[in-house]
């Protein structure tokens, strides 16, 4: 990463996860990031957007905590275990990231589904999902031949790290995202990788608390992984 890096920082926003709060994030954007680089940066309390890098410095808070799986560990719950068998019919394939029109048709019926926004254009989908200075692959969920569910990770040298997942609305009844997380744990391990990086946590949060159910896990604290329960 031989360019030159700016930090900037957003204004402060009202939290989209714990009400009355404020959320503040500092980012920089870069177009290559070498090998290892991003895994120290996940160290750091970073993410990644398309080829934007940020992290949460909220004045009066810190409940976003990054987690990840020891993936040769993990143990899906009952409740998993049931997602999995559920879509034991579920085909799965990994493909390069990149832009393909029936993945950008899935992304925005499932953006009006469960976010109401109606309005996703083509080229904010490749800044966010096409766009990346890494290694990123896209897992592809069909069933009965039809495309039910996509996903992005990025390959690193410790692990893959969820990017974003999208499944059709019509399929919401299936727990694709359940089923998701417990594949790409599980290509982790095939792959030989040790970890797998699930992004922030918000205990409390009904959108992020979820990621607490998937354990054993590790939650960065100071910089450090520290095992959770």
């Known amino acids: 990463m031989n360019e030159t890096l700016t930090l900037h920082e957003t204004p402060g926003d009202e939290c989209p996860y714990l009400p009355g709060r404020v959320w503040k994030t500092e980012f920089f954007t870069v177009a290559a990031c070498p090998e290892g680089v991003y895994e120290f940066l996940l160290a750091q309390g970073f993410r990644r957007s398309g080829l934007i890098f940020y992290r949460n410095i909220c004045p009066d808070c810190e409940e976003c905590r990054q987690i990840r799986i020891p993936v040769s560990r993990f143990a899906p719950t009952r409740s998993q275990a049931r997602a999995v068998r559920k879509n034991r019919d579920v085909q799965v394939s990994i493909a390069p990231a990149g832009f393909r029109k029936d993945v950008f048709a899935l992304y925005r019926r ?120």
Not at 126 to 150: E, H, K, N, V, W
Not at 192 to 197: A, E, H, Q, T
């Open 110 to 229: 499932y953006s009006a589904f469960k976010h109401e926004k109606d309005t996703e254009d083509e080229k904010s989908f490749r800044r966010f999902l096409c766009d990346s200075p890494l290694d990123t692959r896209m897992t592809l969920y069909r069933i009965d031949g039809a495309l039910a569910a996509a996903g992005w990770v990025d390959v690193l040298p410790g692990g893959l790290s969820s990017v974003y997942f999208a499944f059709e609305p019509d399929f919401a009844r299936r727990s694709l995202g359940v089923f998701s997380v417990v594949k790409e744990i599980e290509l982790a391990k095939d792959m030989g990788l040790p970890f797998y990086y699930l992004g922030f946590v918000v205990d409390g949060s009904p959108k992020m608390g979820y990621k607490a159910a998937y354990c054993p896990q590790q939650r960065l604290y100071g910089g450090v992984w520290c095992n959770w329960p």
